[in-house]
């Protein structure tokens, strides 16, 4: 499942730049009343969704091998990984519960009015919620290494530095 963990990095990107054009068309069309906007932006809501899943998957499975990796390694970055996971767990039930939400409205005809103007602050929080999950992410790779090769090297790194010390 190694194989799962080195996509991470690459399919992760997918549901940032898709979620976070989402929250733009979204208050865009919401704000200017354009429904094309709108229709646009349901459909990267979708795709974004949908990526999110993939990129939670695999960064499961990530967390597993860098888990697995460095289980002797006392500065193992577990307590960043936990926030990490945290957040990418609430970005992801959040939009999905937007979709779910903006799907039954908009199959109700009942996407009209107030109840759009409750997406935007719901998007921006959504926002917020993308930038700290990829901030954890970011202190992951370049603070501690994890998921490179560096990473990856560090405990037999480090029995070596053992064996030369002997």
């Given at each position: ?21 989402y ?29 999110a ?10 967390a ?41 409205l908009v ?44 990473f ?15």
């Open positions: 499942m190694e194989f799962l963990a080195d996509l991470h990095p690459i399919v992760v990107h997918f549901p940032i730049a898709i979620l976070t054009l929250v733009f068309i979204e208050i865009f069309g919401i704000s200017m009343n354009k429904e094309f906007l709108m229709k646009m932006a349901h459909l990267l809501l979708f795709i974004g969704i949908v990526t899943i993939g990129a939670v998957l695999t960064g499961n499975q990530a597993e091998v860098a888990d697995q990796v460095n289980k002797s390694n006392l500065n193992y970055p577990n307590e960043i990984i936990e926030d990490h996971e945290t957040y990418a767990s609430i970005t992801l039930w959040l939009f999905a519960g937007l979709l779910v939400l903006r799907t039954y199959l109700k005809k009942k996407f009209i009015g107030i109840l759009r103007y409750i997406f935007i602050p719901l998007t921006i929080i959504g926002l917020y919620f993308i930038y700290e999950t990829g901030n954890y992410g970011g202190k992951l790779v370049f603070d501690y290494g994890v998921g490179t090769e560096l990856k090297n560090t405990e037999s790194s480090t029995d070596s530095l053992k064996q030369i010390n002997k």
